[in-house]
């Protein structure tokens, strides 16, 4: 099977940026069922990224900083300016949280690990959510470990870009970098990764 992850862009619709406007309006005001739907919404993305920017995390330490996360913006839903997707904005936020974590860590080996490892499967935990990647078991694992081998904000790249389907755009603002940069970050992050894995590219 050809290493492949496709990707079919994150472009946002008007009718996408209504429906985030709506919800957040809803989440503003203190609708219940708008602030459970929210938080079902993007807890899973808010996980994954946290486990793949932090791969040696627990499950009880992604489940806490997904609440906090979710916490977070919730409360602090009216800073949403709405010029960015809802999904962008809470993972803007779950990426500063993360951050955070690692800078407060006192262990350069903790760190280290933090940044070098990555979970054994490459495909998301609950395959009934949409993702990219179809790869066979021996190939996911290649992957998986050339992936932990990256600098961490290359490998946070690459996670948004093909897990999260977003795209260049989207990524700059949650990573806060320029786009020019952030499309370096990901052009390197490629090259990286056929380098590894010699002339297969799993992120075509």
Same mark, same amino acid.
């Given at each position: 099977?050809?290493?492949?992850?496709?990707?079919?862009?994150?472009?946002?619709?008007?009718?996408?940026?209504?429906?985030?406007?709506?919800?957040?309006?809803? *989440? #503003?005001?203190?609708?219940?069922?708008?602030?459970?739907?929210?938080?079902?919404?993007?807890?899973? /993305?808010?996980?994954?990224?946290?486990?793949?920017?932090?791969?040696?995390?627990? /499950?009880?330490?992604?489940?806490?900083?997904? +609440?906090?996360?979710?916490?977070? /913006? *919730?409360?602090?839903?009216?800073?949403?300016?709405?010029?960015?997707?809802?999904?962008?904005?809470?993972? #803007?936020?779950? $990426?500063?949280?993360?951050?955070?974590?690692?800078? @407060?860590?006192?262990? #350069?080996?903790?760190?280290? @690990? *933090?940044?070098?490892?990555?979970?054994?499967?490459?495909?998301?935990? $609950?395959?009934?959510?949409?993702?990219? /990647?179809?790869?066979?078991?021996?190939?996911?694992?290649?992957?998986?470990?050339? =992936?932990?081998?990256?600098?961490? =904000?290359?490998?946070?790249?690459?996670? =948004? #870009?093909?897990?999260?389907?977003?795209?260049?755009?989207?990524?700059?603002?949650?990573? $806060?970098?320029? $786009?020019?940069?952030? +499309?370096?970050?990901?052009?390197?992050?490629?090259?990286?990764?056929?380098?590894? =894995?010699?002339?297969?590219?799993? *992120?075509?």
């Amino acid at each position: 099977m050809d290493a492949t992850i496709t990707s079919t862009g994150a472009g946002e619709t008007s009718n996408h940026r209504d429906e985030d406007r709506g919800l957040a309006e809803r *989440v #503003r005001v203190g609708d219940s069922a708008a602030i459970e739907h929210f938080c079902v919404t993007f807890g899973q /993305a808010v996980a994954r990224y946290a486990r793949r920017f932090q791969a040696n995390l627990s /499950a009880e330490e992604i489940e806490d900083i997904t +609440q906090t996360v979710l916490i977070s /913006a *919730v409360e602090g839903i009216d800073t949403f300016k709405q010029y960015s997707s809802l999904k962008t904005w809470v993972l #803007r936020i779950a $990426h500063h949280k993360l951050v955070d974590a690692v800078r @407060r860590s006192t262990s #350069r080996e903790r760190r280290e @690990r *933090v940044f070098a490892e990555m979970p054994d499967e490459w495909e998301p935990e $609950h395959p009934e959510e949409p993702h990219a /990647a179809v790869l066979a078991k021996d190939q996911q694992q290649r992957v998986a470990a050339a =992936l932990g081998a990256l600098p961490a =904000l290359e490998r946070a790249v690459v996670s =948004l #870009r093909y897990i999260e389907d977003m795209d260049t755009v989207q990524i700059a603002d949650i990573i $806060h970098k320029s $786009h020019r940069s952030t +499309q370096a970050l990901l052009t390197s992050a490629r090259a990286r990764l056929r380098a590894i =894995l010699g002339s297969e590219d799993p *992120v075509e």
